[in-house]
C-alpha cells in the first residue's frame, strides 16, 4: 500500500561468535571464553510491518530464530535533510526471548569452569539509538556515516561473558548507485 507494507523477511538479529577465534586474535587470553561453545548467528524468518510517514518509518519485526527461541524488533527513523545531506535520526526496542538470551550469553552446566559461573538468564531487550548521514559526492557516489548507542538489559550484564551493559558502533562507507 502506499503508506504501509507487511513482508516476510529473513534477518540476522544477533551476530554470533566463535570464542577460540576471540581468544586467538585478542592481545590477552580471555578465560571466561575459553573452552565455551560456539554460538551460531541468531538469524531468523519472520514478519515485518511497516508504516511510512511523510518523513519517517516505523517498522516492527516479529521473528523465529534459529536458535529454538524468538525476537520482536521495533524500529524509528525520521529523515531530516540539511542542504545536501540526508540526517536520519533513529530509535529501536528490541525483545529477546529466553531461549535466545540463555544461547547467546547464557553458561550451561558443562560449559561451568572456575572462570564462569552457570548462568541461565530470563529473557532481555536491546534500546538503541542511532544518526546516519549520507552525503552524495557526485552523481553515481555517496558518503555514509554513522554512530549507534545500544543499550542491553541487566539480563546480559550479569552473564559472566559480558563485560559492558553499552556497545557503540560506528558504521563508514561509500556507496555506488
Known sequence: EDNWEFDIIHK????????????KNSNHGIPTLAGLKERDFGQGLGFRYS??????????DLAALSTDGWVADFFYSQLI???????????????YSENVTGYFVGVDKNEVSTERS???????YKAQLEIFARYP????WS????????????AYRN??????QH????MLGALYV
Do not use: C
Not at 540476522?12 to 581468544?23: A, C, K, R
Not at 552457570?118 to 532481555?124: E, K, L, V
Open 12 to 23: 540476522t538479529y544477533i551476530t554470533g561468535y566463535t570464542p577460540e577465534v576471540l581468544i
Open 51 to 60: 508504516h511510512f510517514y511523510d518523513d519517517a518509518i516505523l517498522s516492527v
Open 81 to 95: 535533510p540539511y542542504r545536501n545531506w540526508d540526517i536520519y535520526l533513529g530509535a529501536g526496542f528490541t525483545h
Open 118 to 124: 552457570f548462568y541461565n538468564p530470563g529473557s532481555s
Open 137 to 140: 559526492v557526485s552523481k553515481s
Open 143 to 154: 558518503f555514509n556515516g554513522g554512530i549507534t548507542q545500544s543499550y542491553y538489559s541487566t
Open 159 to 164: 552473564s559472566p561473558l559480558i563485560e559492558k
Open 167 to 170: 556497545l557503540t558502533q560506528v
